[in-house]
């Protein structure tokens, strides 16, 4: 199956009629696979972001089907929650002359075309965690605003138990002029509260399972997050590092698109 960018090439070519490319391109809005799996190929285009599998409770064989008919619809396919099964799986069936990256942190696997290429959106998006340990949550954000053509600048392992570790990695952003900010944090989660304080530009606030006791597994911190009495904070689900980048994207792209 072409992807919608070769559909069109090959209309403008006229090696395709335009009642062909209407066809494809009806053909290639759902791919369904045997019933399991309707898979949404132009959301990308539609949306400015891309179907990303979701791994977590799917079989390996099911994992690995849906993956090879995306990868074929589109040239490029995101798999996320991989478990060391999966990702197993997911390397040893790579189609021929196709790449497959993996972030063992991040529990990711994109598969991709070897002449597939990411085009730079202009998106300029900062990347900010309380924790060492919140780092697997802010790699899949890292991962979709990358390979939607954003560039990511990271500042790791900065959280409130030593405030003035902030400073510097807050004055490179301001500097590099970020659209938008990402902040992931466990415990407490009052680092997005003191980012959104200083800066001018809107935080994204991630809650990470990090936390035990009284407030366990993120709860604690969705519930101060929310309740922040900084203004310029939007907050997303415990551990959503894709939705994350998923919003972060869009606010950064589309600010790149009318800067230029």
């Known amino acids: ?67 090879i008919k995306m990868f074929e619809a589109k040239g490029r ?45 202009g998106g300029k998006i900062g990347l900010l965690t309380a924790g060492t340990s919140d780092i697997s949550v802010a790699e899949e954000t890292k991962i979709i605003a990358e390979e939607m053509g954003c560039t990511v600048y990271t500042g790791y392992d900065l959280g409130v138990a030593g405030i003035h570790r902030l400073l510097e990695p807050l004055k490179e952003l301001i500097i590099k002029d970020v659209d938008v900010i990402v902040v992931v944090a466990g415990r407490e989660g009052a680092l997005p509260s003191v980012v959104a304080g200083m800066i001018n530009v809107p935080v994204i606030a991630v809650p990470t399972s990090n936390s035990y006791g009284f407030g366990a597994k993120g709860i604690s911190t969705l519930m101060a997050m929310l309740q922040s009495c900084s203004l310029g904070i939007a907050v997303v689900n415990i551990d ?16 790149a698109k009318f800067r230029k």
Do not use: W
């Open 240 to 255: 959503s590092g894709v939705a994350a980048g998923a919003v972060a994207t869009l606010i950064a792209n589309r600010a």
């Open 1 to 67: 199956m072409f992807t919608l960018k070769e559909i069109l090439e090959k209309t403008a070519c006229c090696e395709l009629t335009i009642e062909e490319a209407e066809k494809l391109v009806r053909l290639q809005a759902i791919a369904e696979l045997e019933g399991v799996a309707r898979i949404d190929c132009n959301r990308e285009y539609r949306k400015g972001v891309p179907e990303i599998i979701l791994a977590e409770n799917k079989t390996i064989q099911d994992t690995v089907e849906i993956a």
């Open 77 to 121: 396919v995101i798999i996320s929650r991989c478990t060391p099964q999966h990702i197993e799986a997911l390397e040893t069936s790579v189609p021929h002359k196709a790449i497959c990256q993996v972030n063992q942190r991040a529990k990711m696997v994109i598969i991709k075309k070897e002449n597939y290429t990411v085009t730079a959106s």
